[in-house]
């Protein structure tokens, strides 16, 4: 029998009982409630240090806000734990009406504002747009119209191309949306109405 994990990474069976799953989400507050009674430690990779929440299936990174510390805090959790899959977890921006606040949603699909590069995981349904920055309501509309996109984040598409550089064959991305009608803003916890 051939495990999920081996015909997507190539890892032999024995290897994958101590392999974790890897999530990345940008602040500690986004994913408290999930890792609050996981253990917490901090290691150092590439000459920073990252705080790290671990339990028998899954660690977790904070990497920080933006596409620059969500790409070294991937990079940084797949060379330390060698994990047999990859995860951008976290909140996000509805640009879909039929998204409400609180709505967690599967995204297929994350493509980088910045160069229009997309990636495709292997599980979802929904696209997901990158932005450089907080997004309000009206770059909020010109982000679904000209991506064709349900939600905006500032992270997932640069921990997609982290692992796409690792050549780690499986990511997916799962995400907390905002209402539309709501700016998105990392410094707030629950967002700002417009």
Same mark, same amino acid.
């Given at each position: 029998?051939?495990?999920f994990?081996?015909?997507l990474?190539?890892?032999?069976?024995?290897?994958?009982?101590?392999? #974790?799953?890897?999530?990345? %989400? !940008?602040?500690? *507050?986004?994913?408290?409630?999930? $890792? #609050?009674?996981?253990?917490?430690?901090?290691?150092?990779f590439?000459?920073r240090?990252?705080?790290?929440?671990?339990?028998?299936?899954?660690?977790?990174? &904070?990497?920080?806000?933006?596409?620059?510390?969500?790409? *070294?805090?991937?990079?940084?959790?797949?060379?330390?734990?060698?994990?047999?899959?990859?995860?951008?977890?976290?909140? !996000?921006? !509805?640009?879909?009406?039929?998204?409400? $606040?609180?709505?967690?949603?599967? $995204? #297929?699909?994350?493509?980088? %504002?910045?160069?229009?590069?997309?990636?495709?995981?292997?599980?979802?349904?929904w696209?997901?747009v990158?932005?450089?920055?907080?997004?309000? $309501?009206?770059?909020?509309?010109?982000?679904?119209?000209?991506?064709?996109?349900?939600?905006?984040?500032?992270?997932?598409? %640069?921990?997609a191309?982290a !692992?796409? *550089?690792?050549?780690?064959?499986?990511?997916?991305?799962?995400?907390? &949306?905002?209402?539309s009608?709501?700016?998105v803003?990392?410094?707030?916890?629950?967002?700002e #109405?417009?």
């Open positions: 029998m051939t495990l994990t081996e015909r990474n190539g890892f032999r069976p024995m290897d994958t009982h101590r392999r #974790k799953i890897a999530l990345v %989400a !940008a602040l500690e *507050r986004e994913v408290w409630p999930l $890792v #609050k009674h996981w253990s917490a430690s901090e290691r150092e590439d000459g240090q990252f705080r790290f929440f671990e339990n028998a299936r899954a660690v977790l990174v &904070c990497s920080g806000i933006g596409a620059e510390a969500a790409r *070294r805090a991937t990079e940084a959790i797949i060379r330390l734990y060698q994990p047999v899959a990859v995860e951008s977890v976290g909140f !996000a921006g !509805a640009l879909d009406s039929r998204l409400e $606040v609180g709505t967690v949603i599967g $995204v #297929k699909r994350v493509i980088d %504002a910045k160069d229009g590069s997309t990636a495709e995981a292997p599980i979802g349904y696209t997901l990158s932005s450089e920055s907080t997004a309000g $309501v009206e770059q909020k509309k010109k982000l679904a119209l000209a991506y064709g996109a349900h939600a905006v984040d500032m992270e997932s598409a %640069a921990v191309r !692992a796409q *550089r690792r050549s780690f064959s499986h990511w997916t991305f799962s995400t907390l &949306c905002f209402a009608s709501m700016v803003a990392k410094s707030s916890s629950i967002g #109405k417009q």
